[in-house]
């Protein structure tokens, strides 16, 4: 895995860490300052938290390195999704949580893969052709909902 990439997949997973921190909570939709606000909040605490994930030299590492993102990623995941974006952000918010929810798929696939004794070369390998569209995509989608914390974090 390039260091660049590793660095984005370890800040994804790191994201999670902050996410019950900082979740939204309520029924009633936030105003677009409110939303873009606490999602920022929620990546960039993210952001830093992701350098205690280090990349492994050891290709055989990467099974631990990519269950440290997933476990990072995940709860971040749903608490994007506890926050209510207003009519107005909705549609671009969705398609934003759908990419990151994609990234996320990606990695619980090369886990499972890795679990199931893949090649760890080609398992990374096919993670990254995969995740490079991937983060495109979740970065185009939260430029969009105009999150540059998330955009930085997750494109």
């Known amino acids: 895995m390039t260091r660049a990439r590793a660095a984005k997949t370890s800040a994804a997973a790191a994201l999670a860490c902050s996410a019950l921190l900082v979740g939204g909570c309520g029924s009633s939709s936030l105003s677009n300052t409110q939303l873009r606000r606490k999602a920022g909040r929620i990546?960039?605490?993210?952001?830093?938290?992701?350098?205690?994930?280090?990349?492994?030299?050891?290709?055989?590492?990467?099974?631990?390195?990519?269950?440290?993102?997933?476990?990072?990623?995940?709860?971040?995941?749903?608490a994007l999704q506890r926050l209510k974006p207003s009519n107005e952000l909705q549609d671009s918010y969705a398609a934003a949580l759908r990419a990151t929810d994609h990234e996320l798929a990606l990695l619980r696939s090369a886990r499972r893969?890795?679990?199931?004794?893949?090649?760890?070369?080609?398992?990374?390998?096919?993670l990254q052709d995969e995740l490079g569209p991937a983060e495109d995509a979740a970065g185009r989608a939260w430029h969009e909902v105009d999150v540059p914390a998330c955009v930085k974090v997750m494109g």
């Open 113 to 126: 893969g890795l679990e199931a004794g893949n090649d760890p070369v080609v398992a990374i390998k096919t």
């Open 43 to 78: 990546c960039a605490t993210a952001q830093r938290s992701s350098a205690s994930i280090a990349t492994p030299t050891d290709p055989a590492k990467g099974e631990q390195f990519l269950q440290r993102g997933i476990a990072a990623l995940a709860p971040q995941v749903t």
